[in-house]
């Protein structure tokens, strides 16, 4: 079965400093996309990044990066630089191929920046 | 602007009262679909629509019904609401499906049912 584990419920980060959230995935596709997203705590879901399994290379979006290491099977978020609008929860995602329309999302880890 | 459009944003209601969430996005999007968020569990899929009258379950559709009419809006209905429908509601549409589909989420509802 497709899953996707966050074994980080909390973090702590001083600000300007980097931070890596851990994000690792089960899946038998061949094809599939990773996603992160960021909820802060109004709520709204943001999406941040992206990465194809069969990119090459670490997607990077501004301050994020993803560190996509395949025969681990693991999509780790990393912010360089954090501000203190950083804090809040982070999930990461993976979606399916085809055929239906899904993501499966993991649990969540909030992460909080101190000044 | 690109967007997708849940109302209400909060919402209180009475066990087995009827009420309906709605959601329209004006980006032309063929995929739609609900997801509950709890805390602990990240977020889970109540159901999809793949097109104009195509829906089908996600991984907890118990408790909920929707429709697919028009192809910008895709309701939640709760029949019967319970105390653990409880919960952060989201709506979501994507172009198309795929392994590179960004998902595009609403401002989520926020329902408590007492």
């Known amino acids: 079965a497709q899953k996707i584990t966050q074994t980080q419920p909390g973090m702590f980060v001083q600000e300007k400093e980097a931070v890596t959230l851990d994000c690792t995935y089960d899946?038998?596709?061949?094809?599939?996309?990773l996603f992160w997203y960021k909820q802060p705590s109004s709520g709204e879901m943001i999406f941040l990044i992206y990465?194809?399994?069969?990119?090459?290379q670490n997607a990077t979006e501004g301050r994020y990066s993803l560190n996509f290491q395949k025969a681990r099977k693991s999509a780790n978020l990393v912010i360089s630089a954090s501000q203190l609008g950083d804090s809040a929860m982070y999930f990461c995602?993976?979606?399916?191929?085809?055929?239906?329309?899904?993501?499966?999302f993991g649990t969540g880890t909030r992460l909080k920046v101190l000044a | 602007e690109a967007q997708v459009t849940q109302n209400p944003r909060y919402l209180i209601t009475v066990t087995g009262k009827k009420l309906t969430v709605t959601c329209s996005q004006n980006?032309?999007?063929?995929?739609m679909s609900w997801y509950r968020q709890d805390p602990g569990l990240g977020l889970r899929q109540i159901y999809y629509?793949?097109?104009?009258?195509?829906?089908d379950k996600g991984d907890v559709p118990e408790g909920y019904k929707v429709s697919r009419k028009e192809k910008r809006n895709f309701p939640l209905i709760l029949e019967s609401p319970s105390p653990n429908q409880t919960s952060l509601y989201f709506c979501?549409?994507?172009?198309?499906?795929?392994?590179?589909?960004?998902?595009?989420f609403g401002q989520g509802t926020r329902l408590t049912v007492v």
């Open positions: 979501a549409s994507s172009s198309q499906t795929g392994a590179n589909t960004e998902a595009f």
């Open positions: 899946t038998s596709d061949q094809s599939y996309g």
């Open positions: 990465q194809g399994s069969y990119d090459e």
């Open positions: 995602a993976m979606s399916h191929t085809s055929g239906t329309y899904k993501y499966i």
């Open positions: 980006m032309n999007h063929e995929y």
């Open positions: 629509s793949m097109n104009v009258e195509v829906t």
